[in-house]
């Protein structure tokens, strides 16, 4: 009976640090705070964010904006390295980045089971485009929704979800995702289809370089819009990292330094993204 009791008593003892150990396990919060850094992964995407591979050098709007929350909260941001779209959970999972800095979304609805996110710095809006001259759908959106009209998609892309959210008797020409968007918009402009989706970011360009080519649909807001935030892990792991961010965006906000960050970018395309609105602001 001695003899039990003493190795029972051993067991119990012997088990008190693996207990210990992953009771005071380090939260990515704990980590960014002990080493004074915040480590990110990104998604490239001119020009909210790009990295010069050889000078480790990052440009953009997201870029800007994450630079100037570290500044604000005294810490140092490391550019750990890209996140391939559809792997945020798997990035993070794999503890070599304590967040996504860059134009998250969530781009996949469904990784909100796995994810935190920010509350959004900024919104991405979605249009409608057609050919030059073609305004058959101005205020008339009910006249899309017809097997007589093409709507140019990515497969797998947010314009796949919003036709089949908005247009399901639309036609879809599709294409692959390798593929540029420019090519979706040359088929709108040659008359191969009718309509694309896609936000000013990334058309704006594209008319300076085409003039004549494709318009925007004339609508009284968009289509869909992507809040721009960081992501974490759900759960305690991301609790206090979430909320520490989300404090950081609103002392930019409230401090007016936010409007400074967004100026350059604005000037070169208007309309690429909607401010978040302040909350005394009158809608």
Not at 185 to 202: E, R, T, W
Request: charged share 20%; glycine share 6%.
């Amino acid at each position: 009976m001695k003899l039990c009791l003493f190795i029972l008593s051993l067991i119990t003892v012997l088990s008190f640090p693996a207990l210990a150990a992953e009771n005071t396990k380090e939260t990515a919060y704990e980590r960014v705070i002990r080493t004074g850094t915040l480590r990110c992964g990104y998604i490239t995407w001119p020009p909210f964010f790009e990295k010069d591979l050889e000078t480790n050098e990052v440009k953009g709007f997201d870029a800007d904006y994450v630079e100037a929350i570290a500044k604000s909260l005294d810490l140092k941001v490391d550019w750990v390295g890209e996140v391939p779209v559809g792997q945020s959970v798997e990035e993070l999972r794999s503890g070599k980045i304590d967040a996504i800095c860059a134009s998250e979304g969530p781009l996949f609805p469904s990784t909100t089971k796995h994810l935190s996110y920010s509350k959004p710095f900024a919104y991405f809006p979605f249009f409608l485009y057609a050919r030059d001259g073609d305004t058959r759908f101005d205020n008339n959106l009910q006249a899309i929704n017809t097997p007589d009209v093409k709507i140019a998609v990515v497969d797998g892309d947010i314009s796949s979800e919003i036709v089949a959210t908005y247009f399901p008797n639309a036609t879809k020409h599709s294409m692959v995702q390798m593929i540029s968007p420019t090519q979706m918009y040359m088929d709108v402009a040659s008359g191969k289809a009718d309509l694309f989706i896609d936000g000013p970011v990334s058309v704006i360009p594209f008319q300076k370089e085409n003039p004549n080519s494709v318009r925007r649909v004339i609508m009284n807001e968009p289509l869909s819009v992507i809040p721009n935030t960081f992501s974490v892990l759900r759960g305690p792991q991301g609790n206090d990292l979430v909320a520490m961010l989300n404090q950081a965006i609103d002392n930019l906000r409230n401090s007016g330094k936010e409007p400074l960050i967004f100026a350059p970018y604005i000037q070169d395309i208007p309309g690429m993204i909607y401010p978040v609105a302040k909350p005394y602001e009158k809608p």
